[in-house]
């Protein structure tokens, strides 16, 4: 098996690696736009009930609708709390798909500069190969001249 062969097939694999981070980053990236998402949602919720709390408290309500408005509060907020936490997961696996291509990344241009080194040293092999028949050629004929001359 040659290290050409070799070299192709780990290449092979290191790109394919680094397509299957490029996938898992998208999927983080998804993952983090539906938190974004989430996060906005719930402080808009928060914000509703906040405001229906002070429209409220401003008026003359019976203590139940107060109670309903404070407990409505506190759970919007309690989402929010979540949805940040989700949030937050979201941007550390984001971080961490990130890095994993990356690494991906860099593995695969290792592969691709030792096979770039390996070719031009096959090449100046064969160019090497090449000069030494010409100067093989080059001495032979000029032996037969030597030698037809005497």
Do not use: C
């Not at 989430?38 to 709390?53: F, K, M, P, S, T």
């Not at 984001?94 to 096979?115: G, K, N, P, S, Y």
């Amino acid at each position: 098996m040659s290290n050409r062969f070799r070299l192709g097939i780990v290449l092979r694999l290191r790109e394919m690696a680094e397509e299957a981070a490029r996938i898992e980053l998208s999927h983080a990236l998804d993952a983090h736009h539906h938190a974004v998402a989430g996060v906005q949602a719930a402080q808009l919720r928060a914000g509703q009930e906040l405001h229906w709390l002070s429209d409220l408290q401003g008026g003359t309500s019976d203590g139940g609708a107060l109670q309903a408005a404070v407990f409505a509060v506190a759970s919007a907020q309690r989402a929010t709390v979540a949805a940040q936490e989700r949030l937050g997961r979201a941007t550390d696996g984001l971080f961490q798909a990130r890095r994993l291509l990356a690494d991906a990344t860099r593995q695969r241009e290792v592969v691709e500069r030792l096979r770039d080194r390996f070719l031009a040293a096959e090449r100046r092999e064969r160019e090497h190969q090449d000069a030494l028949a010409m100067a093989e050629i080059a001495s032979t004929q000029h032996a037969v001249r030597v030698a037809r001359n005497r």
